[in-house]
């Protein structure tokens, strides 16, 4: 032990490991989501995007920019909404229960993800695109 | 061996309330609402592709007026966390920290997430007239 050189002792053992890229993807995900949920929001807001309507909220989602646009934002908001539950679950939910709500709550942003990200390509394939997208 | 009898962070009751953890709280309280709200969003989604039976279930929850009221929670949830969250960002590139300036602009984020989420509806309510 005492031979070993600082930069040895320092390598991979630091208290921090890989604990800043929870951290970083967090304020990756949110300066990719301010762009995309500006552009969410004001499809809404300019009803562009009339969710009321079956046909209608189809016909917006097969958009192929729409679709795109729409799939980026699915996982980024989902990855970004993961990382934010998992520090709440690490701070209040202790024990054994926090190891099974962090599962679960992984499990199931990946299965949120999964359906949503399907459901847009399955409803662009399904949809022919117009000639104006 | 651990000591599990130790104080756990965040300690939440040891703290004087003040504009700049009430704001952070708040930061949190929003995100863990809109963490729900993605999950409401990849509903929507997947309405869409089961069928209009479907779409049609969830949008007349959505429409009624607990639906309505949930979703203008929503609509200021968001931009608030929104706000906010530029407000952190700045701060994580070393903007804004003075103590002043923290209370100020956490202010300001909180009058402009309201205004935005009225504006918001009243686009939307006019529309719908």
């Not at chain 1, 390509?121 to 399904?126: A, D, G, P, R, Y």
């Not at chain 2, 104080?7 to 930061?27: A, K, M």
């Not at chain 2, 069928?51 to 203008?72: A, K």
């Not at chain 2, 602009?105 to 009058?111: A, F, M, N």
Request: hydrophobic share 50%; aromatic share 12%.
């Amino acid at each position: 032990m005492k031979y070993r050189a600082p930069l040895k002792n320092a390598l991979g053992l630091g208290s921090a490991k890989s604990g800043v890229h929870h951290w970083w993807i967090q304020r990756l995900t949110a300066v990719g989501l301010i762009p995309l949920t500006l552009w969410f929001v004001y499809a809404i807001a300019t009803g562009c995007l009339d969710v009321s309507s079956y046909e209608s909220a189809r016909e917006f989602i097969a958009k192929p920019m729409h679709a795109i646009l729409l799939i980026l934002l699915t996982f980024t908001m989902l990855h970004h909404s993961q990382l934010g539950v998992q520090v709440i679950v690490e701070d209040y939910v202790h024990g054994g229960l926090k190891t099974i709500t962090l599962i679960a709550s992984k499990f199931a942003h990946i299965a949120a993800g999964v359906a949503a990200i399907y459901s847009i390509i399955v409803i662009s394939l399904s949809t022919i695109p117009g000639a104006a997208s | 061996m651990a000591n599990h009898d130790r104080p756990l962070s965040p300690h939440l009751s040891v703290y004087s309330w003040q504009v700049s953890n009430g704001l952070s709280i708040l930061h949190r309280m929003t995100g863990f609402v809109l963490f729900t709200g993605a999950f409401l969003f990849a509903l929507w989604l997947t309405a869409a592709v089961i069928g209009p039976e479907t779409y049609d279930l969830i949008m007349g929850i959505l429409c009624s007026w607990f639906g309505q009221l949930v979703l203008f929670g929503y609509t200021f949830c968001f931009y608030y966390h929104f706000c906010n969250g530029i407000r952190h960002l700045g701060w994580d590139i070393g903007l804004g920290f003075g103590k002043d300036t923290a209370v100020k602009t956490g202010i300001l984020v909180v009058i402009v997430s309201s205004l935005l989420t009225l504006g918001t509806w009243a686009i939307l309510l006019g529309g719908a007239a």
